[in-house]
C-alpha cells in the first residue's frame, strides 16, 4: 500500500463532520512535525461550534527575503458533509473499502485524498531538496462543508494580521473531471444573496379593492431582474447570473390575499461585477416599479481570478509530465475557501481528484489517481522551486 492511500485511509475512518475535525489535524501534524513544520492551532466559534484550524508551516532556505522568499501554502478542510441514509450505502462510510478499483468512504473525493496526496508529496519533495529555497505551509479547517465563518477566513485574518507573506496556494478541491488533472479551477465566481420582502395589505380575496397584493405587484419586477444582462463576463468568466431560489407567500388559506412576499435571490457574479454595483442596479429596478420593499443583502464571497503565470505555469507542465494531457482552465461551479485566501495570496488554484461521487452516497476515488495525483503536486512544487 502507497503511503499516499494508507493516509488518506487514515483520515476517511475519522468521522469528521463540520465542525468535529476527529483528530484528522492531530495525525497531519504527527506527520509534518519530523519534516520541520512548526504547527499551530487556531480554535475559533461558539463552545458548541468550536471549529480546529491547522497552520502548519516549514521555512525556506530563502524565508523573510521580500525580494526572493516564497511561501507555496496547500489548502484543505478535514470536514465532511453528512452521510446521509446509512442504508443506501454499500458499505460504512466511515470504513475505507475497496471494490472496483475504488476507494470508497465519506470524503475520499472531498477532500481527504488530496490532502494525503499533498502532505506525501511534501514528504518526497523534502527527501530529495534537504534544504530548499520555497518555505511550504498548510492550511486546513474543519469548517468548509458548514457555516465557513470560524475556519480558513479566521487563520487568514491572523496571517494578514502579523504581516505573514503568502505566494502561491493550491486548494485541494476535486477539480478533475474525467480524468486527474484534464482541469484546474484558475478563480472562482463570488455569491451574493438577497433576501427581498414586498409589502403589502392584507385582506378578503374577495373585496381585491380594500386590499393591496404584493405577489401582483412583484412579479413585474421579479420578471424584469431576470431578464437583466449584469454583464458581459471575460475570457475566464461567464455572464453574471441571477436567480430566485425561494418564494414565500399567503397564510395558507385560499381565501386571503397576503400582507407581504419574500423572496430569496442570489447572485454568481464575475471580476466584471462588485457588489455595490450588483445592489444598485437591483434598487434601481425596484424603485422604478414602485414597491414598498426592503431588501437585506449577504455577500457570501467575493470572486477571485489567477491569470496565468508562475503557479499556473508550474501545475500545467507538472500535470503534461505526470499524466501526459493539457489541463483547461475553468472558473465554474461553486465557492471555496479560495475566496478568502485570494484576499492574502495572489495565486490562488484547486486542483484535486475527479468529482463525479461527491457529497454523494457511496462517495469515491480511482485507487489508480491517488499516486499520479500525488506526483503532481509533487512536481509543482519541484517547478516552483526550479524557478528560484
Avoid at 45 to 56: M, Q, S
Avoid at 143 to 166: H, I, N, S, Y
Wanted: include cysteine; hydrophobic fraction near 35%; charged fraction near 25%.
Amino acid at each position: 500500500m502507497s503511503r499516499a492511500l494508507h493516509l488518506t485511509e487514515q483520515l476517511i475512518s475519522r468521522r469528521s463532520g463540520t465542525p468535529d475535525d476527529a483528530q484528522c489535524q492531530h495525525i497531519l501534524g504527527e506527520r509534518l512535525k519530523p519534516l520541520g513544520f512548526t504547527c499551530e492551532i487556531v480554535e475559533s466559534g461558539p463552545a458548541d461550534f468550536r471549529v480546529t484550524n491547522l497552520w502548519a508551516k516549514r521555512p525556506g532556505r530563502l524565508d523573510g527575503q521580500a525580494a526572493a522568499g516564497r511561501t507555496v501554502v496547500f489548502a484543505g478542510h478535514t470536514d465532511v458533509v453528512p452521510t446521509g441514509p446509512l442504508d443506501q450505502w454499500t458499505s460504512d462510510p466511515f470504513t475505507p473499502s475497496h471494490r472496483d478499483g475504488k476507494l470508497y468512504g465519506r470524503g475520499a473525493a472531498d477532500m481527504k485524498t488530496s490532502i494525503a496526496a499533498f502532505v506525501v508529496a511534501a514528504e518526497e519533495f523534502l527527501a530529495a531538496n534537504l534544504d530548499p529555497a520555497i518555505s511550504l505551509a498548510l492550511l486546513i479547517t474543519s469548517d468548509e462543508e458548514g457555516p465557513a465563518v470560524d475556519g480558513t477566513v479566521v487563520v487568514c485574518e491572523r496571517l494578514k494580521a502579523r504581516g505573514e507573506r503568502l505566494d502561491y496556494c493550491i486548494v485541494g478541491e476535486p477539480s478533475s473531471v474525467e480524468r486527474v488533472g484534464d482541469m484546474i479551477k484558475n478563480g472562482r465566481r463570488g455569491s451574493m444573496s438577497g433576501k427581498l420582502t414586498v409589502k403589502g395589505v392584507q385582506g378578503h380575496i374577495a373585496y381585491p379593492q380594500l386590499a393591496r397584493n404584493p405577489i401582483h405587484q412583484a412579479m413585474p419586477a421579479l420578471a424584469e431582474l431576470g431578464g437583466v444582462r449584469w454583464d458581459a463576463g471575460n475570457d475566464f468568466f461567464q455572464p453574471t447570473s441571477w436567480q430566485i431560489s425561494n418564494i414565500h407567500g399567503g397564510t395558507g388559506a385560499d381565501n386571503v390575499i397576503p400582507g407581504t412576499v419574500v423572496v430569496d435571490f442570489n447572485f454568481r457574479y464575475s471580476t466584471e461585477a462588485t457588489p455595490e454595483r450588483l445592489q444598485r442596479r437591483t434598487h434601481e429596478v425596484l424603485d422604478r416599479h414602485g414597491l414598498d420593499y426592503r431588501v437585506d443583502w449577504v455577500v457570501g464571497g467575493l470572486p477571485f481570478l489567477t491569470t496565468p503565470g508562475e503557479l499556473v505555469s508550474a501545475i500545467q507542465q507538472a500535470i503534461r509530465d505526470e499524466v501526459g494531457i493539457e489541463t483547461e482552465l475553468s472558473t465554474t461551479g461553486g465557492t471555496s475557501d479560495g475566496r478568502f485566501i485570494s484576499r492574502i495570496c495572489p495565486q490562488v488554484i484547486e486542483f484535486g481528484p475527479v468529482n463525479a461521487s461527491i457529497h454523494k452516497i457511496d462517495e469515491h476515488v480511482r485507487v489508480a489517481d491517488i499516486e499520479p495525483l500525488k506526483n503532481i503536486y509533487r512536481r509543482t512544487l519541484e517547478n516552483l522551486e526550479a524557478k528560484l
